[in-house]
């Protein structure tokens, strides 16, 4: 079953705390980029991935780190989260850019306390 | 990043009453794509309009694409409690590798 899949799905931390949110995805697709959800703002882009190696901003990449080093894989990595990251976050893939369909992971509700 | 206006913001409508959403921006777009998110899920593509004047069906949803590339809007006709959910546009650019999404708009259908 072709599937984008995240873990955690819930994730409760504390402030400066590092953590990596893990996507991955069984379809070779060669796009891949994370999104952040919140109230009244609708979806935000924090970083894509064109193929592996290749990474770059999406429109709110501050405090946030990615890597591509396999196809199938895109983790997001907060390297010292603050309350202002708490949100719901969603991977997605596509075979190339956004203008293919693009699959969304199940998303990741993140607290930062 | 690019902005983009989605209105409204929320709907209540009757089951079987057709629904009209949009999205304007000041910038113009590639791409024009309609999303759906029922609870819990991630978004799901419904429709992908790529050239300015495009109007595209599937199904009870049409959405097309404005001739300025600085809108978009998305009907769905004959509504039913299924269709119950949150409607988000998005734009692509930078050589369609950026996406900016709309705020949403929340759609309810009383049966």
């Known amino acids: 079953e072709a599937q984008v899949t995240q873990n955690p799905r819930y994730l409760i931390t504390v402030t400066g705390k590092k953590l990596t949110v893990t996507c991955s995805q069984n379809?070779?697709?060669?796009?891949m980029s994370w999104y952040r959800q919140d109230p009244g703002l609708g979806l935000r882009q924090i970083y894509y991935s064109m193929n592996v190696e290749v990474t770059d901003k999406g429109d709110v990449p501050e405090g946030y780190k990615v890597s591509r080093k396999e196809k199938r894989n895109f983790p997001l990595i907060l390297e010292s989260p603050s309350p202002n990251q708490t949100s719901l976050y969603f991977c997605?893939?596509?075979?190339?850019?956004?203008?293919?369909?693009?699959?969304f992971g199940p998303g990741t509700r993140l607290t930062v306390l | 990043g690019q902005q983009l206006n989605q209105s409204p913001q929320s709907m209540f409508i009757q089951e079987g009453e057709d629904v009209s959403m949009n999205c304007t921006s000041s910038?113009?777009?590639?791409?024009w794509l309609w999303y759906k998110q029922e609870p819990g899920e991630g978004p799901v593509l419904l429709i992908a309009l790529y050239k300015a004047g495009e109007l595209t069906s599937n199904g009870r949803l049409t959405a097309q694409f404005g001739i300025t590339r600085k809108d978009s809007f998305l009907n769905i006709s004959a509504s039913i409690p299924s269709d119950v959910g949150i409607y988000f546009c998005a734009g692509l650019y930078g050589g369609y590798q950026k996406v900016t999404f709309g705020t949403g708009t929340k759609l309810q259908v009383i049966p």
């Open positions: 379809m070779n697709h060669e796009y």
């Open positions: 997605a893939s596509s075979s190339r850019t956004g203008t293919d369909t693009q699959y």
């Open positions: 910038s113009i777009f590639n791409t």
